[in-house]
């Protein structure tokens, strides 16, 4: 099943159709067929009178994005307007329990499509997230790195941002991605610019840079597949 590209417009979930709120869809499409928006709104409930829990939970995904879902904890979540102590540690849980039970690290990332399906939830995000997959000698998911939160149209990175994680863990090889929030997926000239200066600065560094991969939620497109990956 694909993601669905889906946003939530109304200010409040009782507002909407009942086909259309976070648990119906849930209960209708599963777990992979929400947007990782919805999924925290199912977490949490319901908003406050201060706001409503659309706006709380898009600043949680905000915060998990740029963070990281293992550096988020209760007291930073307690500074988002609207969340209070017992939905912090809620949501902490959760993210705790998912590393708990996630079978990425030995799952065997051979081809585009199959890192497609491990970034493709950050395809409906408005703004470029330019993500670096690590892989070990076997080409196993060693983690998912999110490199930066870019404009609507353009995402900045650095190649000390890139690979200063792949270091640490000791990566033998990566590949890049970012969504493309207008859903073209045709690689721009700053796009193949980047990517030539990261494939070079990866063999400086000992770790191969296998692809680059554009996405939407639905679709993709691989550098490598395409040719376009020199």
Do not use: W
């Not at 709120?21 to 199912?42: F, Q, W, Y």
């Not at 406050?48 to 600043?59: E, L, T």
């Not at 890049?176 to 690689?187: D, I, Q, T, V």
């Amino acid at each position: 099943m694909q993601y669905e590209k889906k946003t939530i417009d109304f200010r409040s979930i009782r507002e909407m159709p009942r086909e259309q709120r976070p648990r119906e869809r849930l209960c209708s499409l599963g777990p992979k067929g929400v947007a990782d928006l919805e999924l925290l709104c199912i977490i949490i409930g319901s908003g406050s009178h201060m706001r409503p829990v659309q706006d709380i939970a898009q600043d949680i995904l905000d915060l998990i994005d740029r963070r990281g879902s293992a550096q988020v904890l209760p007291e930073d979540l307690r500074n988002i307007p609207g969340l209070g102590p017992a939905n912090a540690s809620r949501i902490c849980a959760c993210l705790e329990l998912g590393r708990r039970y996630s079978f990425f690290r030995s799952r065997a990332c051979r081809d585009p499509a199959s890192i497609f399906e491990l970034i493709k939830h950050y395809g409906d995000r408005p703004q470029e997230h330019f993500l670096c997959i690590m892989l070990n000698g076997a080409h196993e998911l060693m983690g998912v790195n999110v490199v930066s939160i870019g404009l609507v149209n353009r995402s900045l990175c650095h190649p000390r941002e890139v690979f200063s994680d792949p270091l640490k863990a000791r990566a033998t090889a990566v590949v890049l991605a970012h969504n493309h929030p207008s859903g073209n997926l045709e690689p721009s000239s700053d796009d193949l610019e980047v990517t030539l200066r990261l494939k070079r600065a990866g063999q400086l560094l000992g770790i191969e840079v296998l692809d680059h991969i554009i996405f939407s939620s639905d679709d993709y497109r691989s550098m490598m597949e395409s040719g376009e990956f020199i």
